[in-house]
C-alpha cells in the first residue's frame, strides 16, 4: 500500500513560495581581469517587478567583531540602478571598488532595500586574505 500522495496544486505553491525571491545578491570574484575586482549581482527571481531603493555597504575590518555602516559609494548613487525597476528575471552586474573604502577589508555586507518586502536583503562576503 502507497502512501496517499499530496495534491499537486499545494506542492506548486509551495515550490512558487520559496522560488519567489524579488531580490537575490551575489558576489562575483571576476576570474579574467587581473585587479581581482569584485562584482556584485542583483537579480530578482519573483514574477513582478522590483524597485530598489537603496543600496547599504557595511565593512569589517581585521580583528573587529561588528560591522561599520559606510556611505554608499559614489559610483553607486550616478548609476540608473535606483531609477528603474527591475523587471522579473532580470539583472544587473556593477563593480565595487574595495579601495574607495580607504582601510583594509575583512569582509564587507551589502543590504538592499526594495519595495516587496519591508525586511532588507543581506548578503555577507568574506575576502580573501592577501
Known sequence: MEPPSPPLGFLWRI??????NPCQIEFLESNLSKDGRLWLR??????????????Y?????????AFDLELTPFVWMLSDHFEKALAPGASFEHPVDLTEFKKPLRAIKVEVTHNRSKYP???THFLKKQ
Open 121 to 123: 536583503e543581506t548578503k
Open 42 to 55: 542583483i537579480r530578482n527571481d519573483s514574477d513582478k517587478p522590483v524597485t530598489i531603493f537603496d543600496i
Open 57 to 65: 555597504f557595511y565593512t569589517k575590518q581585521p580583528k573587529q567583531k
Open 15 to 20: 515550490w512558487l513560495a520559496f522560488r519567489q
